[in-house]
């Protein structure tokens, strides 16, 4: 099973890549494919320039292609975070082609939620603005492609017991629905209907009201 982590900046990520490898090895092998993007900002001491980022989508793409099979392979982002990053700050769709197509080898894909405090992280993180506009487009993305996910929120142990509960559940499900459709739903404790969790987000993003309807 290949499992993808996406999510804006500072929404623990490779925190929970981590605790999600460490939690799965007690029911079969597992490991984790970390973000290129991360080392690359280490190495470089910058963060990287529109005529990089395709580079780097490749080179995040590839970890996953190439990594060792296990049982449960978790990638700290995928391609498509690149992509979506590269849309928002260079303004250049180019990417999303090729970070799609790559993104289906994945059997379940988890987001982030924005319920973790933010903090700096060297030069890898733009700030708590960024967040929200991050989110939003990875949401459209996904949901334009019919690409499933699931929200993940908690904070510590409640986080990854989230992620788990949301594994378990799809394993537990046989794959249905056709190209254009979402093959599953799933929602965490913390809201009994996925669609509901979608709609107030989007609702908030466009500074609409809300209500229990």
């Not at 490991?31 to 320039?49: D, F, H, I, K």
């Not at 939003?136 to 509960?165: F, K, M, N, P, W």
Request: net charge negative; proline share 5%.
């Amino acid at each position: 099973m290949r499992i993808a982590i996406l999510g804006a900046e500072c929404t623990g990520k490779t925190q929970l890549a981590h605790t999600l490898v460490q939690a799965l090895n007690q029911q079969g092998s597992a490991s984790m494919v970390p973000e290129v993007l991360r080392e690359w900002c280490a190495q470089q001491g910058r963060t990287p320039q529109s005529h990089e980022q395709q580079a780097i989508a490749e080179a995040q793409a590839l970890r996953v292609q190439t990594a060792a099979p296990v049982a449960f392979l978790v990638a700290d982002t995928s391609a498509l975070m690149t992509a979506v990053y590269s849309d928002l700050l260079f303004h250049d769709s180019s990417l999303y082609s090729f970070a799609l197509e790559q993104h289906r080898c994945f059997d379940l894909t988890l987001l982030t939620g924005l319920d973790l405090v933010w903090k700096p992280d060297g030069v890898q993180r733009d700030g708590p603005h960024s967040q929200a506009p991050v989110d939003a487009r990875l949401r459209q993305v996904l949901d334009a492609h019919a690409i499933a996910y699931a929200v993940v929120y908690g904070t510590g142990s409640e986080r990854t017991q989230c992620a788990l509960q949301a594994i378990h559940q799809h394993l537990q499900m046989p794959r249905q629905g056709s190209p254009t459709e979402p093959a599953w739903q799933w929602s965490c404790e913390k809201c009994s209907d996925a669609v509901c969790e979608h709609r107030l987000f989007s609702r908030l993003v466009q500074g609409q009201p809300t209500s229990n309807s």
